[in-house]
Protein backbone atom coordinates (compact mmCIF):
# COMPACT_ATOMS: atom_id res chain seq x y z
CA UNK A 1 0.00 0.00 0.00
CA UNK A 2 1.43 3.10 -0.86
CA UNK A 3 0.61 6.49 0.77
CA UNK A 4 -2.18 8.34 -0.93
CA UNK A 5 -1.43 11.80 -2.51
CA UNK A 6 -3.69 14.60 -0.95
CA UNK A 7 -3.16 18.38 0.17
CA UNK A 8 -3.41 19.53 3.61
CA UNK A 9 -4.80 22.97 3.49
CA UNK A 10 -6.90 22.25 6.19
CA UNK A 11 -3.83 21.45 8.47
CA UNK A 12 -5.26 18.28 10.01
CA UNK A 13 -2.30 16.14 9.87
CA UNK A 14 0.14 16.24 12.26
CA UNK A 15 2.20 13.55 10.46
CA UNK A 16 1.93 11.45 7.64
CA UNK A 17 4.90 9.05 7.36
CA UNK A 18 5.99 8.06 3.72
CA UNK A 19 4.81 4.34 4.35
CA UNK A 20 1.23 3.40 5.73
CA UNK A 21 1.28 0.76 9.04
CA UNK A 22 -0.26 -2.02 6.76
CA UNK A 23 -3.05 -4.36 8.45
CA UNK A 24 -2.98 -7.51 9.18
CA UNK A 25 -4.01 -9.10 5.63
CA UNK A 26 -7.26 -11.06 5.93
CA UNK A 27 -8.61 -9.43 8.68
CA UNK A 28 -12.22 -8.28 9.34
CA UNK A 29 -11.83 -4.54 8.99
CA UNK A 30 -8.88 -5.61 5.75
CA UNK A 31 -9.35 -3.02 3.15
CA UNK A 32 -10.14 0.15 5.62
CA UNK A 33 -8.11 2.66 6.27
CA UNK A 34 -7.61 5.02 9.66
CA UNK A 35 -6.06 8.24 11.12
CA UNK A 36 -4.71 8.20 14.80
CA UNK A 37 -5.36 11.90 16.56
CA UNK A 38 -1.88 12.60 17.81
CA UNK A 39 -2.92 11.27 21.32
CA UNK A 40 -2.36 7.59 20.51
CA UNK A 41 1.37 6.53 21.58
CA UNK A 42 2.37 4.89 18.01
CA UNK A 43 6.11 3.63 17.84
CA UNK A 44 7.81 5.29 15.50
CA UNK A 45 5.48 8.11 14.79
CA UNK A 46 6.14 11.59 17.10
CA UNK A 47 3.10 12.58 19.74
CA UNK A 48 2.85 16.28 20.25
CA UNK A 49 -0.68 16.49 21.11
CA UNK A 50 -0.61 19.37 18.22
CA UNK A 51 1.43 21.70 21.00
CA UNK A 52 4.91 23.14 21.19
CA UNK A 53 5.47 22.16 24.90
CA UNK A 54 6.71 19.13 26.27
CA UNK A 55 4.06 16.36 26.59
CA UNK A 56 4.04 12.64 28.58
CA UNK A 57 4.71 9.35 26.76
CA UNK A 58 1.70 7.40 26.98
CA UNK A 59 3.23 4.43 25.61
CA UNK A 60 1.97 2.48 22.77
CA UNK A 61 -1.75 2.23 22.17
CA UNK A 62 -3.37 -0.86 23.14
CA UNK A 63 -6.16 0.03 20.29
CA UNK A 64 -4.08 0.76 17.30
CA UNK A 65 -2.34 -2.11 17.55
CA UNK A 66 -5.35 -3.95 17.86
CA UNK A 67 -6.76 -2.52 14.47
CA UNK A 68 -3.83 -2.82 12.83
CA UNK A 69 -4.23 -6.65 14.03
CA UNK A 70 -7.85 -6.60 13.09
CA UNK A 71 -6.52 -5.82 9.23
CA UNK A 72 -7.30 -1.87 9.10
CA UNK A 73 -4.35 0.02 7.57
CA UNK A 74 -2.96 3.82 9.73
CA UNK A 75 -2.00 6.26 7.24
CA UNK A 76 -0.84 8.91 9.98
CA UNK A 77 -1.65 11.79 12.97
CA UNK A 78 -4.25 14.21 13.14
CA UNK A 79 -4.23 17.15 14.55
CA UNK A 80 -6.40 18.20 17.55
CA UNK A 81 -7.18 21.23 19.98
CA UNK A 82 -4.10 21.90 21.49
CA UNK A 83 -3.14 18.80 24.00
CA UNK A 84 -7.23 18.70 23.69
CA UNK A 85 -8.60 21.31 25.83
CA UNK A 86 -10.72 23.13 23.87
CA UNK A 87 -14.10 22.61 20.88
CA UNK A 88 -12.59 24.61 18.00
CA UNK A 89 -9.34 22.81 16.80
CA UNK A 90 -6.54 25.58 17.56
CA UNK A 91 -3.36 24.27 18.42
CA UNK A 92 0.58 25.03 18.51
CA UNK A 93 0.32 24.46 14.93
CA UNK A 94 -1.74 27.17 13.35
CA UNK A 95 -5.04 25.20 14.00
CA UNK A 96 -7.29 22.66 11.26
CA UNK A 97 -9.29 24.40 9.40
CA UNK A 98 -13.01 23.54 8.47
CA UNK A 99 -13.06 20.94 5.30
CA UNK A 100 -15.47 22.90 2.88
CA UNK A 101 -15.43 26.56 4.55
CA UNK A 102 -11.79 27.51 5.39
CA UNK A 103 -13.29 30.48 6.97
CA UNK A 104 -15.05 28.77 9.82
CA UNK A 105 -13.90 26.05 12.82
CA UNK A 106 -13.81 22.50 12.21
CA UNK A 107 -14.75 21.78 16.08
CA UNK A 108 -12.60 19.80 18.43
CA UNK A 109 -10.90 18.38 20.02
CA UNK A 110 -10.72 16.10 17.08
CA UNK A 111 -10.35 18.26 14.78
CA UNK A 112 -8.08 16.70 11.93
CA UNK A 113 -9.88 13.56 12.77
CA UNK A 114 -13.19 14.47 11.45
CA UNK A 115 -11.35 16.59 8.63
CA UNK A 116 -10.04 13.61 7.02
CA UNK A 117 -13.36 11.47 7.29
CA UNK A 118 -14.95 14.38 5.59
CA UNK A 119 -12.50 14.29 2.65
CA UNK A 120 -12.37 10.83 2.25
CA UNK A 121 -9.12 10.38 3.01
CA UNK A 122 -9.69 7.90 5.20
CA UNK A 123 -12.67 5.37 5.98
CA UNK A 124 -12.70 6.04 9.77
CA UNK A 125 -10.48 8.33 12.74
CA UNK A 126 -9.53 7.57 15.65
CA UNK A 127 -10.82 10.25 18.43
CA UNK A 128 -11.02 10.89 22.07
CA UNK A 129 -14.13 12.66 23.54
CA UNK A 130 -13.77 14.29 27.20
CA UNK A 131 -16.57 16.71 26.74
CA UNK A 132 -17.69 16.42 23.60
CA UNK A 133 -14.66 16.09 20.87
CA UNK A 134 -15.57 13.52 18.90
CA UNK A 135 -18.95 14.55 18.83
CA UNK A 136 -18.61 18.26 18.00
CA UNK A 137 -16.22 18.11 15.11
CA UNK A 138 -18.43 15.26 13.63
CA UNK A 139 -21.82 17.86 13.60
CA UNK A 140 -19.67 20.59 11.99
CA UNK A 141 -17.81 18.71 9.85
CA UNK A 142 -21.21 16.86 8.74
CA UNK A 143 -20.01 12.72 9.79
CA UNK A 144 -20.67 10.76 12.48
CA UNK A 145 -19.23 9.98 15.47
CA UNK A 146 -19.33 7.60 18.92
CA UNK A 147 -18.32 7.80 22.10
CA UNK A 148 -18.78 4.81 23.67
CA UNK A 149 -19.64 4.21 27.43
CA UNK A 150 -17.37 4.95 29.69
CA UNK A 151 -14.20 2.22 29.97
CA UNK A 152 -15.54 0.49 27.39
CA UNK A 153 -13.06 -3.16 27.19
CA UNK A 154 -13.07 -2.81 23.18
CA UNK A 155 -12.02 0.86 23.06
CA UNK A 156 -9.15 1.33 25.48
CA UNK A 157 -7.50 4.59 26.00
CA UNK A 158 -4.48 2.60 27.38
CA UNK A 159 -1.18 4.09 25.51
CA UNK A 160 -3.32 7.55 24.94
CA UNK A 161 -2.54 10.62 26.51
CA UNK A 162 -4.82 11.45 29.06
CA UNK A 163 -6.85 14.92 29.67
CA UNK A 164 -9.38 14.08 32.22
CA UNK A 165 -9.08 10.04 33.43
CA UNK A 166 -12.63 10.45 35.18
CA UNK A 167 -14.03 11.91 31.18
CA UNK A 168 -12.33 10.37 28.27
CA UNK A 169 -13.29 8.31 26.16
CA UNK A 170 -11.70 6.73 23.12
CA UNK A 171 -13.72 6.70 19.94
CA UNK A 172 -14.33 6.46 15.64
CA UNK A 173 -15.20 9.06 13.43
CA UNK A 174 -16.80 7.87 10.23
CA UNK A 175 -18.76 9.44 7.22
CA UNK A 176 -21.84 7.21 8.27
CA UNK A 177 -22.84 4.54 11.41
CA UNK A 178 -22.48 1.93 8.79
CA UNK A 179 -18.65 1.62 9.32
CA UNK A 180 -18.96 2.81 12.87
CA UNK A 181 -20.51 -0.53 13.29
CA UNK A 182 -18.04 -2.49 11.37
CA UNK A 183 -15.31 -1.18 13.38
CA UNK A 184 -17.32 -2.15 16.43
CA UNK A 185 -18.68 -5.87 15.52
CA UNK A 186 -14.42 -6.25 14.36
CA UNK A 187 -13.45 -5.01 17.85
CA UNK A 188 -15.92 -6.73 20.16
CA UNK A 189 -16.85 -10.10 18.39
CA UNK A 190 -19.91 -9.47 18.64
CA UNK A 191 -22.49 -8.55 15.85
CA UNK A 192 -24.50 -5.49 15.92
CA UNK A 193 -28.13 -6.18 15.21
CA UNK A 194 -30.72 -3.30 13.17
CA UNK A 195 -33.34 -1.91 15.66
CA UNK A 196 -36.92 -1.47 14.80
CA UNK A 197 -37.76 2.35 16.21
CA UNK A 198 -41.41 0.94 16.93
CA UNK A 199 -42.37 1.86 20.84
CA UNK A 200 -38.90 3.03 21.44
CA UNK A 201 -39.49 5.66 24.23
CA UNK A 202 -37.24 8.69 23.46
CA UNK A 203 -36.73 11.94 26.19
CA UNK A 204 -36.29 15.14 23.59
CA UNK A 205 -33.82 17.48 25.38
CA UNK A 206 -33.92 20.56 22.92
CA UNK A 207 -32.93 23.46 25.71
CA UNK A 208 -34.51 26.52 23.38
CA UNK A 209 -32.65 29.02 24.79
CA UNK A 210 -29.16 26.98 24.20
CA UNK A 211 -29.41 26.65 20.06
CA UNK A 212 -30.27 29.01 17.13
CA UNK A 213 -33.06 28.48 15.42
CA UNK A 214 -31.43 26.47 13.10
CA UNK A 215 -30.25 23.44 15.12
CA UNK A 216 -33.95 24.08 16.82
CA UNK A 217 -35.83 23.33 13.75
CA UNK A 218 -33.28 20.06 12.84
CA UNK A 219 -33.56 18.70 16.10
CA UNK A 220 -37.74 18.57 15.46
CA UNK A 221 -37.30 17.61 12.41
CA UNK A 222 -34.92 14.57 13.53
CA UNK A 223 -37.23 14.16 16.06
CA UNK A 224 -40.34 13.69 13.67
CA UNK A 225 -39.20 11.36 11.41
CA UNK A 226 -38.01 8.95 14.52
CA UNK A 227 -41.59 9.53 15.23
CA UNK A 228 -42.61 8.78 12.22
CA UNK A 229 -41.19 5.17 12.41
CA UNK A 230 -42.82 4.45 15.72
CA UNK A 231 -41.01 6.00 18.07
CA UNK A 232 -42.55 7.31 21.39
CA UNK A 233 -41.20 10.72 22.17
CA UNK A 234 -41.73 13.06 25.25
CA UNK A 235 -39.72 16.32 26.52
CA UNK A 236 -36.69 15.63 28.83
CA UNK A 237 -34.59 17.92 30.57
CA UNK A 238 -30.95 17.79 32.14
CA UNK A 239 -28.81 20.83 34.50
CA UNK A 240 -26.14 22.24 33.27
CA UNK A 241 -23.03 20.31 34.34
CA UNK A 242 -20.26 22.90 33.94
CA UNK A 243 -19.94 23.19 37.63
CA UNK A 244 -18.46 19.95 38.09
CA UNK A 245 -17.04 19.30 34.62
CA UNK A 246 -14.87 22.18 34.39
CA UNK A 247 -13.23 21.79 37.91
CA UNK A 248 -12.65 17.79 37.18
CA UNK A 249 -11.42 18.19 33.65
CA UNK A 250 -9.00 21.09 34.39
CA UNK A 251 -7.75 20.00 38.03
CA UNK A 252 -6.81 16.37 36.19
CA UNK A 253 -5.46 17.97 33.01
CA UNK A 254 -3.33 20.25 35.15
CA UNK A 255 -1.47 16.79 36.55
CA UNK A 256 -1.28 15.50 33.53
CA UNK A 257 1.14 18.06 32.49
CA UNK A 258 2.36 18.77 35.74
CA UNK A 259 5.88 18.59 34.36
CA UNK A 260 5.44 21.23 31.93
CA UNK A 261 3.76 23.69 34.28
CA UNK A 262 7.00 23.84 36.11
CA UNK A 263 8.00 25.92 33.71
CA UNK A 264 7.20 29.31 33.36
CA UNK A 265 6.89 29.14 29.73
CA UNK A 266 6.52 25.57 29.07
CA UNK A 267 5.12 26.43 25.29
CA UNK A 268 1.15 25.84 25.62
CA UNK A 269 -0.99 28.98 23.94
CA UNK A 270 -1.99 31.54 26.27
CA UNK A 271 -5.44 30.33 26.63
CA UNK A 272 -4.08 26.77 27.25
CA UNK A 273 -1.51 27.58 29.80
CA UNK A 274 -4.55 30.23 31.53
CA UNK A 275 -6.83 26.83 31.45
CA UNK A 276 -3.87 24.68 33.39
CA UNK A 277 -2.91 27.03 36.02
CA UNK A 278 -6.44 27.44 36.73
CA UNK A 279 -6.37 24.03 37.48
CA UNK A 280 -3.39 24.17 39.03
CA UNK A 281 -4.84 26.50 41.84
CA UNK A 282 -7.68 24.52 42.64
CA UNK A 283 -8.35 22.90 45.85
CA UNK A 284 -8.63 19.58 47.03
CA UNK A 285 -12.09 20.56 48.23
CA UNK A 286 -13.05 22.24 45.30
CA UNK A 287 -12.03 19.05 43.43
CA UNK A 288 -13.99 17.00 46.52
CA UNK A 289 -17.11 19.05 45.71
CA UNK A 290 -17.09 18.72 41.92
CA UNK A 291 -17.27 15.35 42.13
CA UNK A 292 -20.02 15.29 44.63
CA UNK A 293 -22.11 17.21 42.31
CA UNK A 294 -21.06 15.01 39.36
CA UNK A 295 -22.65 11.70 41.54
CA UNK A 296 -25.42 14.08 41.83
CA UNK A 297 -25.85 14.41 37.83
CA UNK A 298 -25.30 10.75 37.49
CA UNK A 299 -27.99 10.26 39.78
CA UNK A 300 -30.21 12.40 37.60
CA UNK A 301 -28.95 10.62 34.43
CA UNK A 302 -29.81 7.04 36.16
CA UNK A 303 -33.50 8.43 37.09
CA UNK A 304 -33.96 9.64 33.35
CA UNK A 305 -32.93 6.59 31.66
CA UNK A 306 -35.84 4.72 33.59
CA UNK A 307 -38.06 6.52 32.14
CA UNK A 308 -36.47 7.02 28.57
CA UNK A 309 -35.00 4.18 26.25
CA UNK A 310 -32.96 7.24 24.48
CA UNK A 311 -32.21 11.01 24.39
CA UNK A 312 -32.64 13.09 21.51
CA UNK A 313 -30.33 16.25 21.74
CA UNK A 314 -28.43 18.82 19.93
CA UNK A 315 -24.71 17.74 19.51
CA UNK A 316 -23.89 21.48 18.63
CA UNK A 317 -25.77 25.14 19.48
CA UNK A 318 -25.14 26.58 16.00
CA UNK A 319 -23.66 25.67 12.74
CA UNK A 320 -19.96 26.21 12.73
CA UNK A 321 -18.50 29.43 13.81
CA UNK A 322 -16.08 31.68 12.23
CA UNK A 323 -12.51 31.02 13.10
CA UNK A 324 -11.77 33.51 16.08
CA UNK A 325 -15.41 33.81 17.29
CA UNK A 326 -15.69 33.42 20.84
CA UNK A 327 -19.50 34.27 21.24
CA UNK A 328 -22.53 32.92 19.57
CA UNK A 329 -26.32 34.02 18.86
CA UNK A 330 -28.73 32.01 20.83
CA UNK A 331 -32.75 31.96 21.07
CA UNK A 332 -32.09 32.68 24.38
CA UNK A 333 -29.48 35.19 23.68
CA UNK A 334 -25.65 35.64 23.66
CA UNK A 335 -23.31 33.31 24.66
CA UNK A 336 -19.65 32.66 25.14
CA UNK A 337 -18.92 29.54 22.89
CA UNK A 338 -17.35 27.62 24.80
CA UNK A 339 -20.00 27.25 27.41
CA UNK A 340 -22.63 27.16 24.66
CA UNK A 341 -21.35 23.78 23.25
CA UNK A 342 -20.08 22.15 26.28
CA UNK A 343 -23.44 22.13 27.88
CA UNK A 344 -24.60 20.55 25.22
CA UNK A 345 -22.07 17.75 24.97
CA UNK A 346 -20.42 17.51 28.39
CA UNK A 347 -23.00 15.64 30.45
CA UNK A 348 -22.41 12.30 28.59
CA UNK A 349 -18.23 12.55 29.38
CA UNK A 350 -18.76 13.41 32.77
CA UNK A 351 -21.01 10.85 33.03
CA UNK A 352 -19.88 8.21 30.32
CA UNK A 353 -23.15 6.94 28.75
CA UNK A 354 -22.54 5.91 25.02
CA UNK A 355 -23.45 8.66 22.75
CA UNK A 356 -23.89 8.66 18.60
CA UNK A 357 -23.25 12.02 16.77
CA UNK A 358 -25.43 12.02 13.55
CA UNK A 359 -25.67 14.82 10.78
CA UNK A 360 -28.94 16.04 10.23
CA UNK A 361 -31.38 17.53 7.52
CA UNK A 362 -29.37 20.67 8.19
CA UNK A 363 -25.92 21.35 6.66
CA UNK A 364 -23.27 21.28 9.73
CA UNK A 365 -25.73 20.22 12.21
CA UNK A 366 -25.38 17.25 14.11
CA UNK A 367 -28.05 15.41 16.52
CA UNK A 368 -26.61 13.27 19.62
CA UNK A 369 -28.37 9.97 20.32
CA UNK A 370 -27.77 8.92 23.93
CA UNK A 371 -28.33 5.47 25.42
CA UNK A 372 -27.93 3.82 28.58
CA UNK A 373 -24.25 3.12 29.84
CA UNK A 374 -23.21 -0.35 28.69
CA UNK A 375 -26.34 -0.83 25.94
CA UNK A 376 -23.66 0.74 23.03
CA UNK A 377 -25.03 -2.04 20.93
CA UNK A 378 -28.46 -1.59 21.05
CA UNK A 379 -27.94 2.16 20.18
CA UNK A 380 -25.81 1.32 17.32
CA UNK A 381 -28.23 -0.67 16.25
CA UNK A 382 -31.02 1.98 16.49
CA UNK A 383 -28.77 4.41 14.72
CA UNK A 384 -28.10 2.03 12.42
CA UNK A 385 -31.09 0.56 11.26
CA UNK A 386 -31.46 1.31 7.21
CA UNK A 387 -35.57 1.97 7.81
CA UNK A 388 -34.18 4.27 10.54
CA UNK A 389 -34.17 7.33 8.32
CA UNK A 390 -31.43 8.55 9.85
CA UNK A 391 -29.58 11.19 7.74
CA UNK A 392 -25.98 10.27 6.79
CA UNK A 393 -23.31 11.71 4.39
CA UNK A 394 -22.49 9.72 1.75
Known amino acids: MTLPDFPDSQRAWASRPASPLRGAPGGPLAGLTFSVKDLYGVP ?6 STRAPVPDPGESVLVRRLLDLGASALGKTHLHEIALGITGMNGFGGTRHPFDPGRVPGGSSSGAAVSVALGQVDFALGTDTGGSIRVPAAW ?6 KPTKDHPAWSLAGVLPLSPT ?3 AGPLARDVRTIVRVQEALTGQAVAAQDWEGV ?4 WLPEGWVDASVRDAVRAFAAGLEELGAVLSPADFPEVLDAYTPIVLGEAARVHAEALQHPDPGFLPSTLASLRQGQALTPDELQAAHARRAEYRAFLDDLLTRFDLLLAPAVPTPPPLA ?3 EVELLGGPAPLRRAVLRLTAPFSLLGAPTVALPSSTPFVGVQLVGRPGEDDRLLGLASAPESGVRHTS
Request: glycine share 22%.
Open 44 to 49: GWPLTA
Open 141 to 146: CGVAGY
Open 167 to 169: CDH
Open 201 to 204: RVGV
Open 324 to 326: GQD
